[in-house]
């Protein structure tokens, strides 16, 4: 009877209890484009005005990350650190690293920067017992030559919104018509 039983391979029910967070959070990455189009009729200097005034409107459990792109990826503020420290602190450490970051003269890996920022979210949460809200704030111009080709080749997570924060220069550089009368 009990190698009868064996065999059958009986599914006892028993149930089951989810783990209680103690502390609601949420984790921000916010990656930063600093190729050469951001050096463009005055882009560079409303990068901080506006980082600075997005990180005020999050909530104070938010753990802030910050990371910077150009043809390639790097972080700048790690997100793990943040989880550490009081979220407060993570908020200062970005916006004083903000302050030392300066465009460069390289083109723009966007694909690449997303895919990375998201893998790094990702990984800031690998200790926890249950996964926490997510998204990525996305400071860019929006050049029409950013690579994309790395986010063909990444199944980006459902529960992880992208946030733009979009930057037009003050003047077209490019030739434009005018009519006049």
Do not use: H, Y
């Amino acid at each position: 009877l009990l190698l009868a039983l064996a065999f059958a391979r009986p599914v006892w029910r028993i149930p089951a209890t989810l783990p209680v967070l103690t502390e609601d959070r949420e984790f921000v990455a916010i990656l930063v484009d600093t190729s050469a189009s951001q050096s463009r009729a005055g882009l560079w200097d409303r990068v901080a005005e506006r980082v600075s005034r997005r990180l005020d409107e999050l909530p104070s459990r938010v753990v802030v990350g910050l990371s910077q792109i150009d043809d390639r990826w790097r972080p700048v503020v790690d997100l793990r650190a943040g989880l550490r420290a009081d979220p407060a602190i993570s908020r200062d450490a970005v916006r004083t690293e903000l302050a030392k970051l300066r465009p460069t003269a390289r083109g723009t890996n966007l694909g690449e920067g997303l895919v990375r920022t998201a893998q790094a979210l990702q990984e800031a949460q690998a200790e926890l017992p249950l996964p926490c809200p997510q998204r990525v704030i996305l400071v860019t111009d929006g050049q029409a030559g950013a690579n994309l080709a790395a986010l063909r080749e990444f199944d980006w997570p459902a529960d992880m919104p992208v946030e733009w924060l979009l930057l037009e220069p003050n003047s077209p550089e490019n030739a434009g018509l005018q009519l006049v009368t």
